[in-house]
């Protein structure tokens, strides 16, 4: 469907740098990467809004890489939702139907029907700058859609809203998908936003693609220290892998060894996700392998839940609830074990 | 907490001085205050009445019967419907050349665009008597685009030519400027939703960038109007016939005196007045 090979785009200090990337028919693709990846000028390639210097854009198998953007038939929706502030919520909706030239019928049954998706009859006379963040959102998603593209576009849509109306255009925007099935690329910096939406999360920075993937792939079998790092995965250790036979392995690193599962190739980096390590007092220690026995050294609150580092005296950082937490009667200075599974460790080669 | 063997008497004294140096802290703030804008208010004021006091004086001097004689006078109303009209014809050629640079200075980057942004000023810093010499090496007959434009039939020197030029000239910075700034306020993701959504780059600016920034651009066009209708220096150079008011007034100061020069210098002010109240009307809706 979309098919973007090493897209190469110069623009000021910024350079987008072969950017590789497939999107299937009807997929919800979420870009994630930190402010400043190149996430909204790869979306403004797709839109045709900058020119590439090298590469090539695909759009159902037909090379749009030189064609501009009143041709590609691909929406795009904006953070701050770009509604023309000089037309109604009615005009700016009619806007693309009418830059196409469809006829009258047509357009009306088009207009119609986004109008009942998104509920946003008793809007259509307002003023764009009336309307609240949900609402303007809406319209915005309306207006792009009204026009059935072939590709949506979208950038940073939630981050401009509260968290009550975010929760709630994120199941608008899953359920829209599910309805219309249209293709979707959806970019943010929020991780979560990119797990909740996406069929498969592309991970990007340093105008690069760093890994594709489901968000299972990504949450867990990372392939560089900046998935790991963007996908919060808080234990990462630098050392190396060897076979200890019988279907597990051992990874070394400074003073600090544990098993892996042999599944893992080769690599020098091993990440563990902080809410698989268990953390359990220290006169009840099991008898699994991974056991640590160390000290808190920091605890970081976040709400419902807390991260809690414990030097072994490497740093292993778990995962609690806000119940162990109170539970156990964690402070930093105590003493606790820490375990995890062999098969919880993924090694990857930086 | 004070300790209570201190007793309420300590307290209270600890209280009032305190109290006493936060006053006296206040008043002297309030008097520096009063001092500062006192100041600042006489020397405002000054420049204030410097600029209402003649204005005014020679309005309210003026008998309403002799502003009416006036303008029935053919010589006057003749050479203010002139000047109306040549400061018009000036801003609709402005606009025509001047909306595209500006939208280009606003939308794009380029090299050298620091460099066009001053040339354009420049007709504001060149003394109007230099710039209309300056327009005359160019459009007079004996130079090329003088020439030119003689082949069509239209002369500059002593004509509505020669006037509309001059006041183009002094005067299209003020146009480009606001169209320019009215241009940049356009946030660009607008253009490129409307792109997108299937407009060609001529429609988005028709339907998009210019419509935002219509206001700017009435700005300066009246802006632009205002400015070259009260144009003297440049034109008195190309074309002191046919005699435009300004040039009208400095004729009749010159040959009958103050008196005669009066009246028409009243009927200049009130026009510009006019017009500059309805600038700051739009202007003023603009920034709500």
Known sequence: MISIRNLYVELGDFTLKDASLDVKDGEYMVVVGPSGAGKTVLLESIAGLYSPERGEIRLRGRDVTRLSPERRHVSIVYQDHALFPHLCVRDNILFGLRMRKIDEKECSEAFSRVVELFSI???LDRDPQTLSGG???????????????????????LSSLDPKT????????????????????????????????????????EGEVKQVGTPEDIFRKPNSEFVAEFAMSRNLFIGELSNTGIGQCDFQSGDLHFSVDSGNGPGNRAVIRPEDVMLVSRDAIPSRTNTFTGEIVRIADRGSTLYIDVSVPSVITALVTRHTYREMELKTGMRVSVCFDASSVHVFQE | MIPKKHGPISRATFLSSDKLIANGIRCLRLLTNVWFRGLFL????????????????????????????????????????LTLYAAFLATVIGFLLGVPLAYLLAKTQFPGKRLIEGII????????????????FVFGRHYFVGQAFDGIGVRFLDSLAGIVIAMLFVSVPFLIDSAKE??????????KVARTLGAT??????????????????????????????????????AYHPMIAPVLVYEKFETYGLDHARPIAVILILISLFVFVVLRLLLYRRER
Do not use: Y
Request: aromatic share 6%; glycine share 6%.
């Open chain 2, 201 to 238: 780059p001529w429609r988005t600016f028709a339907r998009i960038s210019f419509p935002l920034a219509r206001r700017s651009i009435t700005a300066g066009c009246i802006l632009m109007w205002a400015r070259g209708m009260s144009e003297f220096g440049a034109v008195i150079i190309i």
């Open chain 2, 42 to 81: 006489i020397l405002g004021g000054l420049i204030l009445l410097f600029i209402i006091v003649p204005v005014a004086k020679m309005i309210f001097a003026s008998s309403p019967a002799i502003l009416i004689d006036s303008l029935r006078d053919s010589e006057i109303t003749s050479s203010i419907i």
């Open chain 2, 121 to 136: 000023d420049l007709p504001l810093v060149i003394p109007h008597s230099a710039a209309g010499i300056a327009l005359l």
């Open chain 2, 182 to 191: 009215g241009f940049q306020k356009v946030d660009p993701r607008l253009e």
């Open chain 1, 121 to 123: 009859r008793s809007l």
């Open chain 1, 135 to 157: 609402e303007q959102q809406k319209v915005a998603l309306a207006r792009a859609l009204c026009v059935s593209p072939d590709v949506l576009l979208l950038d940073e849509p």
């Open chain 1, 166 to 205: 975010r929760e709630e255009i994120e199941a608008e925007l899953h359920h829209l998908h599910r309805e219309l099935d249209v293709t979707t690329l959806h970019v943010t910096h929020n991780f979560e936003e990119a797990v909740a939406l996406g069929d498969r999360i592309a991970v990007i920075g």
